[in-house]
Nanobody
């Protein structure tokens, strides 16, 4: 059974930074596109960023482009989300997710294009 465990969330002031990590196990991590999503209560899960299996291509939501950076370490089975210049509207639970098939395209902004999800980590940005 696939496991994805997020960490690194917390409370930060506007303009600050956080780095999220997602440790993956029980599958061949280096073969899969990985994504980050976020969700606030009462709203749909929102795409944040994705990275392809080879660590070559990245895809970002317009709302985070230039502020967030997705990366991965295939040797450590971990995907990261570096978040800079945080805004109160970035407040959400952040989830990592595994793409639905090996070697799939990295331009995957919809939740149903991902098969497995972590439990989420809360990010709160105060104004």
């Amino acid at each position: 059974q696939v496991q994805l465990v997020e960490s690194g969330g917390g409370l930060v002031q506007a303009g600050g930074s956080l780095r999220l990590s997602c440790a993956a196990s029980r599958f061949t991590f280096s073969r899969f596109t990985m994504g980050w999503f976020r969700q606030v209560p009462g709203k749909e899960r929102e795409f944040v960023a994705a990275i392809d299996w080879s660590d070559t291509n990245r895809y970002y939501a317009d709302s985070v482009k230039g502020r967030f950076t997705i990366s991965r370490d295939n040797a450590k089975n971990t995907v990261f989300l570096q978040m800079n210049s945080l805004k109160p509207e970035d407040t959400a639970v952040y989830y990592c997710a595994r793409g639905e098939a090996p070697y799939s395209d990295y331009r995957r902004p919809y939740p149903d294009e991902y098969d497995d999800w972590g439990q989420g980590t809360q990010v709160t940005v105060s104004s």
